[in-house]
């Protein structure tokens, strides 16, 4: 049993402060693309902990029904009781994760029907541009986007041609041609889920806009390996007022002043040891719940031999 309140207290501990670390913690903003994969871990690792609580849980107290045999009435009653309430921390985990992904595919179906709707119109009212490989809106409004699903599409209006030199084109149409390659609007509809049914959880009330910002940064980064810091920073300052469809990863999200801010002064990056620590205590974090698990059924299998062996001697 302490097995499973090690786990609920993981989680919680992740739920309630998890957040709060990782938007105070320098490096993720040093390492966007390591960042937003903490955040995703973080997510998936509070039910995973959540699920194995309520499963160990529900074989401690089977195991424990073997060995002591309980058949006296207060004994058989108080057993009864234990698994009444290991089936109801079960029946919540389970109910918990359930309405996580449900909230999660409800989120991720509605920006792809609103993602094919907006293609459907854009294939009747803008032109292709082959050169640029997006769309082009006749509108004097500033507007650069993305939109994810079946045909993922950059677009950009009249204006933006219009208005950014070649070099600040060149830099937002890499930007979001990266917030496709990268699927970050998935990531982000993950985000918006949770936070839409959980959001009294600290982690999950934070996590959607800490994680819209470190994917833009990532995108800010890509962009920039191939346009210049300058150009993508001054692109998108020019591009600050723009607007987007709700739906769409847009070059103008987040927050960005601190965006420009780092694109002109990158901070030193994180070096190959630490990057590869950094992958390794993921890896530890997410799997830790499971390796919980493990080490439980490697204890409780010798424990049901013994009471089986004991069963048949007597």
Known sequence: MMLAWILLGYAAVVAL????VLRRSRWVTHYPRLGVWSWLVAF?????AIAMAGLQMISDEVV???LTGTGGSAAHF???SAQTACVIVLTIAVAGTFVGATAVAKSARTMRRE???HLAQLRVAARFDSDL???VVASDDL???SIAGSTPSVVVTEGVVNTLSERELAAVVAHEAEHLRDRHALKLATASGLRRVFGYVPLFRTGHQELGQLLEMVADDSAARTSGRRNVASAVLRMAEARSPDFAMSASAGNVSARVRRLLHPEPRLGRLRTV???AFLAAVVSLPALGMVASATATGPALTCASVNAHAH
């Open 277 to 279: 620590m950094g992958v």
């Open 17 to 20: 402060l998890g957040g709060a």
């Open 133 to 135: 490989n997006t769309f």
């Open 78 to 80: 108080a057993a009864i």
């Open 143 to 145: 507007a650069a986007y």
């Open 44 to 48: 998936v690792s509070v039910f995973l």
């Open 64 to 66: 424990h029904l073997i």
């Open 115 to 117: 993602s094919a709707r």
